[in-house]
C-alpha cells in the first residue's frame, strides 16, 4: 500500500497564512518524500487549533485533539516540524506531546500504542542554538509514546544567533539541507514499508 504522511507544524503563529519558516522546512521534507512514493497530505498548524491542556484523548467540548488525534494515526508518518524557542522546542509542541501521553493506556491485547509501527521525523528550524536538543526532547518523547524514529530523522536549519534571517527569507535552500531532506524522507519512507508490512508483534 502507498505511504502517506501527515506533517504538523507547532509554530506559535496561530494565523494559517502568516507565513512560517517551519512550513517552509516542511515544503523541503514534501518534495524529498515525492521522490520516495510518499505523499504529505496536509500541514496542520497546531496553533490555529483549540488543543485543550490535559492528557487524555478527549478533553471535553471543544477540544481540537480528538479530531486532530484521527488524522495522526490515519497516516504512516508524522513529520514533526516547528521552530526553536529559547533553546527548546515551542509551547505548541509541548502540548501535542502531552496529550500523545494517553497513548500510553490505549493499548491493544498485545500491548502495542495506537503509534505502534508509525514512523515520526523532525523538522525544526531556528536562529539560536538547539537543534540537537529539539530534536533530542522530540525523539525522546515520541518514542515514549510509541513512534518508531528512523536513522537520521532531523531536518533543521540554524542561523546566525541573534540574526534576523529566518529560513523562509533565504533565496534557494542550503544543500546540506537538501541532502539532508532527502535522507530523513527516504530513511523514513523505507522503515514505514517494512513496519507496514511486519508490524511490531507488542
Known sequence: MALK???LNCTLK????????TDTMIAVLKQAFSDCQVTITETVRAAALDIRAGVTSDEGDGD???AL??????????????????GQISSVAKRVLERMDAFLSETDDQGRMPSYGKV?????VGNEDGAHFSSAQLFQ?????GWTIPAVAACYWVGEAM??????DLATTPEKVTETAKMVAGNAARLAGLLQKNP???
Do not use: C, Q
Open 69 to 86: 488525534r484521527e488524522k495522526i494515526l490515519a497516516h504512516d508518518i508524522l513529520v514533526f516540524g516547528g521552530p526553536i524557542w529559547m
Open 141 to 145: 518523547a515520541l518514542n515514549d509514546v
Open 14 to 21: 496561530s494565523n494559517a497564512k502568516e507565513a512560517s519558516s
Open 64 to 66: 481540537a485533539w480528538p
Open 200 to 202: 511490531y508483534p507488542g
Open 120 to 124: 515520526a521525523v523532525a523538522a525544526i
Open 163 to 168: 540574526g534576523s534571517t529566518d529560513f523562509k
Open 5 to 7: 504522511a501527515l506533517a
